[in-house]
């Protein structure tokens, strides 16, 4: 599981690219991969597109890199838990009294830092299922119906 979980944390922040041929008309390929990019573009990572000529096949190269937010987000959260940690180690050691500070503060630090992970997986699913359909509807859009049967509306 936890091997699951680093996994999911590094495909949050990583780029990727993905190749596509077809045997359309580079005007056809383009009017079918705008419609799908039109429906299905992701929320938490930034997709760039490239035609590229094989001589009689024509290829879309599509790169998935994560959203500048993502990045700030999980920076700012960092931030946020170190002082968080830094508060809870000044409240526990600045005064000799019980207030309610002295519990608060260390117990938030503590869900804070139990909830990261799981926040961080759940951005990272989100990326690699808005992308899994994504690609979905590339492949659907550029591969005829033979290679390609299952309709997109089977999974909405």
Known sequence: M?????????AL???RCESFTTRYSRDESLRRVTGAL??????????ETAWKDDG?????????????????????????LTLLVASSAWTLFAS???TPLKFLVPLVT???ILGFPILVVALGSQREAEEARLIRA??????DEEEFPRSLRDDD
């Not at 936890?2 to 590094?10: L, P």
């Not at 039109?38 to 997709?47: D, H, Q, Y």
């Open 2 to 10: 936890a091997s699951e979980i680093r996994r999911i944390a590094k």
């Open 13 to 15: 922040v990583e780029s």
């Open 38 to 47: 039109a429906l299905r573009m992701p929320r938490i990572a930034t997709v």
């Open 56 to 80: 009689d096949r024509l290829r879309l190269d599509v790169s998935f890199r994560p959203a500048r937010v993502v990045r700030r987000f999980l920076g700012a959260t960092s931030i946020a």
């Open 96 to 98: 000799e009294e019980p």
């Open 110 to 112: 503590a869900l804070g």
């Open 138 to 143: 590339i492949r659907h859009a550029l591969l």
